[in-house]
């Protein structure tokens, strides 16, 4: 499966988390551009990224299913702010591996 589309994928598994993030961002108009100028920055740092390593590796799809299986049991017992950090965290890690086309650090 190609790397965006997996992304596409993750994006649309969580879409419940972004509605309600959308909806509390455009509340606070600081915020929303906070969260412009985020994905502007990140968008001129992965335009800017060096060429990808010539062997392309199998994306970890098990890691992707375990991020998806948490924000799915997540529905029932947390509220919708941990939500949308656990929808975060696997959209960022999937937009991560479809960039660099490797795993993140840890430390990230």
């Given at each position: 499966m190609h790397a965006l589309m997996t992304t596409a994928v993750v994006i649309i598994a969580t879409w419940d988390?972004?509605?309600?993030?959308?909806?509390?961002?455009?509340?606070?108009?600081?915020e929303a551009l906070?969260?412009?100028?985020?994905?502007?920055?990140?968008?001129?740092?992965?335009?800017?990224?060096q060429?990808?390593?010539?062997?392309?590796?199998?994306?970890p799809l098990p890691t992707l299913a375990f991020l998806l299986a948490v924000y799915a049991?997540?529905?029932a017992f947390l509220p919708p702010i941990v939500r949308a950090g656990i929808?975060?965290?696997?959209?960022?890690?999937?937009?991560?591996?479809?960039?660099?086309?490797?795993?993140p650090p840890l430390a990230l």
């Open positions: 988390a972004w509605r309600w993030y959308f909806v509390r961002v455009s509340a606070a108009p600081e906070a969260l412009l100028l985020t994905v502007v920055l990140l968008g001129l740092l992965a335009i800017n990224r060429p990808p390593p010539a062997l392309a590796r199998a994306l049991t997540s529905e929808a975060a965290i696997a959209v960022l890690f999937a937009l991560y591996l479809a960039a660099f086309r490797q795993r």
